[in-house]
């Protein structure tokens, strides 16, 4: 389901990194060189469900969903999971094909993301992976995963955010993507708060929550 043109004009500047209240410049593109893995070696770890991101693409709000993608650098071979807000993956695609940023462009980017059913994105333009660059390390979701997992969906979808709390280790910006990612893997529904930029979870009165993300099928 594509997005209406209000909304899609309420959120125009919102497809480019540092220009959505919440997005920070952060650390660069060193995280993806630093721990990315070869383009034929590895599958992702997760897929993320079509209902789930096909509702976060199709979400074109101030408080964007999260998707869980794989991005490919078509220029170092090299590519690695992890999630961004939707409106951020549209910008990549809209930098990457030379989409026009008015109503039909941002259309047309919608209309590409929905059509990747791999959610594997293959960026040649620098400012394309630039606005997908990733700020943590692999080894932060492994971390996350372990801190959350004494507390239940049930408990998350009730408000309980642990990771919004300074006394956490897992409160800065750079860990914001890697708790979406354990949210997605866990079947819930993250979405960035347009105020504070924080990771919330949608309950059932807000977003549809989805079965969880498909894990990794080993031999």
């Known amino acids: 389901m594509l997005p209406s043109d209000n909304n899609i004009r309420h959120c125009l500047k919102t497809y480019v990194r540092g220009n959505f209240k919440g997005q920070t410049m952060g650390k660069m593109w060193k995280f993806l060189l630093l721990y990315a893995i070869t383009l034929p070696a590895v599958a992702a770890e997760y897929t993320q469900s079509a209902t789930s991101f096909e509702a ?100 998350l979808m009730s408000g309980a955010h642990p990771w919004t709390s300074r006394d956490t280790p897992y409160s800065g910006r750079r860990y914001r993507s890697a708790v979406a990612c354990v949210l997605i893997e866990r079947g819930l529904s993250p979405y960035m708060a347009d105020l504070s930029g924080q990771v919330v979870v949608a309950g059932s009165k807000d977003i549809p929550v989805y079965a969880p993300a498909k894990g990794p099928v080993h031999p």
């Open 56 to 155: 976060a693409v199709s979400n074109i709000s101030t408080s964007p969903s999260y998707v869980m993608v794989t991005i490919a650098d078509a220029n170092t071979g090299l590519e690695r999971q992890t999630c961004t807000t939707a409106n951020l993956l549209a910008g990549a695609i809209h930098f990457e094909y030379g989409l026009a940023f008015d109503l039909a462009g941002l259309k047309r980017a919608t209309e590409l993301a929905l059509s990747n059913t791999s959610h594997r994105f293959i960026f040649t333009k620098q400012a394309a992976l630039d606005n997908m660059r990733i700020e943590f390390a692999p080894q932060d979701l492994d971390d996350i995963r372990t801190w959350l997992a004494p507390v239940s969906n049930q408990e």
